[in-house]
């Protein structure tokens, strides 16, 4: 099968179209799906530069999200949800549904909780076998998903939806930050907040997306490279501050997210793009009853529930441009750059 494989870590040279075995025949318990989009995110320009637990066998398959055509089915098992020639997405976090965690129904707490073209093969390539717990059908809309948003919405919509409505517990009313809404995770918080009945400020160094930004349902923007936000959001909330804060660059914005939030307000972090490494003054930790919570990807019962959501029409991911799969690399590019407003996606011939 054709594929877009990384043949060593180190950048995004390192990265070829290539013909490789196909994905393995599926056993029971598994499904195997003919890929038709898959779309990046910016773990997919970690795995690239390398991650320690990351891809250490070449060719490497890359891709987390996808969405496509079953093309048959493990036997021996009891999947019923899905049969050949179903339209599916891929949930790309892969639990083993043995451990305490996945008993309680936190799969993506899994101790052996791996992902779909960081651990595994990925999902950029004409087949891809999948566990089928990590199937979901594509819901029918009265404007049906293309391929590219179907394969657009898993990862991004799952990850903020447990950070807003499961870690924070966001209520009407509530002021939510979001850093940096041009990438996927900010779009679906953004959206995953206001059908919260939140008040949302979102920021980009873009005024361009900012105007994006108020389109989408930001009820204020700001521009995060002209103008200091923990002041304008000061000035913005009579010096209170936000309720909760959305935060996937780490580093960079560490001291002004604390700085934007109120007392008892919720720092929910679920990347550090800029940098893993903060410093806190626990003084103010505990003076302000400020919860600073860790998230990543979604349980089960999220994912049925965001899929769900998406059947009613309301989370529809944004797609910010389509890239055949012979230009997959100017795809990475795109997102190296910072260049979307939504999701990149590449799609298979
Ligand atoms: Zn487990």
Redesign the pocket.
Known sequence: MRAFVLTATGGIDKLRITDVPDAPVPQAGEVRVRVRAAALNHLDLFVVEGLPGGADRFPHIVGADAAGIVESVGSGGDITAVRPGDRVMVNPGI?????E??HAGE?SL????RLLGEHLPGSMAELVTVPAHNLASIPTLPRELTWAEAAAFSLVTLTAWRMLVTRARVKPGEWVLVWGIGGGVSLAALRIAKLQGARVIATSSDDAKLAAARQLGADVTFNHKTQKVSQEVRALTNKRGVDVVIDNVGAATWDESLRCLCRGGRLVICGATSGPQVGLDLRRLFWHHWSILGSTMGNAAEYAEIVRRLGKGELRPVVDRVYPLDQARDAYERLARGAQLGKVVVELP
């Open positions: 639990s083993d549904y043995t451990c965690y996945c799969q899994c101790v052996n909780y």
